[in-house]
Nanobody, 121 residues
Framework: VQLQASGGGLVQAGDSLRLSCAPT?????MGWFRQTPEKEREFVAA????????YYADSMKGRFTISRDNAKNTVYLQMNRLKPEDTAVYYC??????????????????WGQGTQVTVSS
């Protein structure tokens, strides 16, 4: 599985971006994580295979929305009201993840290459 993340860029605080990741493997949960040089990889959001259950990090809840289109084998991360502290490389990941591990990067088997999001103040 070779995941390809896209959609990153340079935006101003308060703007929106939508990240995409494809092709998502059938039957897998999908997650988004982010990382900066100063911090460990951080959980952002995840979505179960059927798309009915989603998970968010507390700091992203209400601003970010994860969704998936299984017909297109694509997962999305809609990011609204972006803040400078959202600046990071964003990674998508796929895994057969149990609920208790959905926020752990170790639970995911496949990773995309990352897409840079930079939010200026």
């Amino acid at each position: 599985v070779q995941l390809q993340a896209s959609g990153g860029g340079l935006v101003q605080a308060g703007d929106s971006l939508r990240l995409s990741c494809a092709p998502t493997p059938n039957g897998y949960s999908m997650g988004w994580f982010r990382q900066t040089p100063e911090k460990e990889r951080e959980f952002v959001a995840a979505i179960r295979w059927n798309g009915g259950i989603t998970y968010y990090a507390d700091s992203m809840k209400g601003r970010f929305t994860i969704s998936r289109d299984n017909a297109k084998n694509t997962v999305y991360l809609q990011m609204n009201r972006l803040k400078p502290e959202d600046t990071a490389v964003y990674y998508c990941a796929a895994g057969r993840v149990i609920v208790s591990s959905v926020r752990s990067s170790n639970a995911y088997n496949y990773w995309g290459q990352g897409t840079q999001v930079t939010v200026s103040s």
